[in-house]
């Protein structure tokens, strides 16, 4: 039963353009999400959240937005760059009181070209 | 460094072995949560260290596995008679206190396992 999915195993995109990962959820409980990038070898490092109360979270070239009636949240990387080419994880957090662990995606794997 | 730190970093293992994998976490942080990610996987929650507080063992996939945390230091998790089955990366966080809004987990590099 996953109830984080990134449906795109990959995704390839042209340095300075935008690169839109998406992920969808089932549980409706979920009440805070998070982007988690990682690079081979390397373990997830944190990039942006938000939480269920907001529709949208920027932070520089970095937007997430998040629709709960559809249950779809979405990563926008603008402009792309090489750099950016990495392992790109959605994950999702139950309510206040829980443990804080989080419910993982399969992962997107993001190839910038140059 | 001051960043999560794992142990070792690779280890491969016959079937039916068993074997410790290591974790100390960054100074400070009082919540240690252990996750694996398995090929073409996500990140799949195994265990959570709270403090003094019992665990949350609600991810670990069998009674092959356990793990234990010092204080609010060292963690340990042991896999006993390894299977194929257990090949994964084994990924340790940590977290600076009990689950705020904005308190993102901080994962160390991961150990690889291999059973062959």
């Known amino acids: 039963d996953q109830q984080v999915k990134q449906n795109s195993p990959s995704l390839s995109v042209q340095e300075g353009r935008i690169s839109i990962l998406n992920c969808d959820y089932t549980?409706?409980?979920?009440?805070?999400f998070l982007w988690y990038k990682k690079y081979p070898a390397e373990g997830p490092t944190f990039l942006i959240s938000i939480s269920s109360i907001k529709d949208k979270n920027e932070d520089g070239r970095f937007t997430v937005f998040l629709n709960k009636s559809a249950k779809h949240l979405s990563l926008h990387i603008v402009p792309s760059q090489p750099g950016d080419s990495a392992v790109y994880f959605c994950a999702a957090e139950l309510g206040s009181g829980n443990t804080g662990k989080l419910i993982f995606g399969q992962g997107t794997t993001l190839q910038v070209k140059p | 460094g001051a960043g999560v730190s794992q142990s070792p970093s690779n280890k491969v293992t016959e079937k039916g072995k068993d074997v410790e994998l290591r974790c100390d976490p960054i100074?400070?942080?009082?919540?240690l949560y252990w996750y694996r990610q398995s090929l073409g996987q996500g990140l799949e929650f195994l265990i959570y260290f709270q403090g003094n507080s019992a665990p949350d063992k609600s991810g670990l996939p069998s009674d092959r596995f356990s793990a234990e945390r010092t204080g609010e230091s060292v963690s340990t998790l042991t896999i006993q008679r390894t299977q194929q089955e257990d090949s994964a990366v084994y990924l340790c966080a940590s977290r600076p206190a009990p689950p705020g809004r904005l308190n993102e987990q901080f994962f160390g590099p991961g150990t690889r396992l291999t059973v062959l």
């Open positions: 549980n409706s409980m979920f009440d805070y």
């Open positions: 100074s400070g942080h009082t919540a």
